[in-house]
């Protein structure tokens, strides 16, 4: 089992940047994708940013793709989210996720099946 905390959300208005963080406990060792989703009132819930554990290979959605930028500390078992440029349409509910499976289908919800409880993001024009 993986426990996935999310951390470092908050208010910053329109151009301004916030950095994620998602703390790891349990078998982490076990994980070889880890992924940034995000929720909106409203909207179904969108992948934007995923790293591959054992070669940093990552992979954005168009929508924050030159903005975010995704990583990973072995040493400290997080995963990380830098947000820059932040815009007003980036507010959500952005939750870690992390699968233990070999192969997944790119930024979609049902290849993860570790899931953290959310941290809120919220940016003002």
């Known amino acids: 089992q993986v426990q996935l905390e999310e951390s470092g959300g908050g208010s910053v208005q329109t151009g301004g940047a916030l950095r994620l963080s998602c703390a790891a406990a349990g078998s982490s060792s076990s994980l070889h994708f880890m992924a940034w989703f995000r929720q909106a009132p409203g909207n179904e819930r969108e992948g934007i940013a995923q790293i591959l554990t054992f070669n940093r290979r990552t992979y954005y959605a168009d929508s924050v793709k030159g903005r975010f930028t995704i990583s990973l500390d072995d040493a400290k078992n997080t995963l990380y989210l830098q947000m820059d440029s932040l815009k007003p349409e980036d507010t959500a509910m952005y939750y870690c996720?992390?699968?233990?499976?070999?192969?997944?289908?790119?930024?979609?919800?049902?290849?993860?099946?570790?899931w953290g409880q959310g941290t809120q993001v919220t940016v003002s024009s």
């Open positions: 996720a992390a699968s233990s499976r070999t192969g997944v289908q790119n930024l979609a919800s049902h290849s993860f099946n570790y």
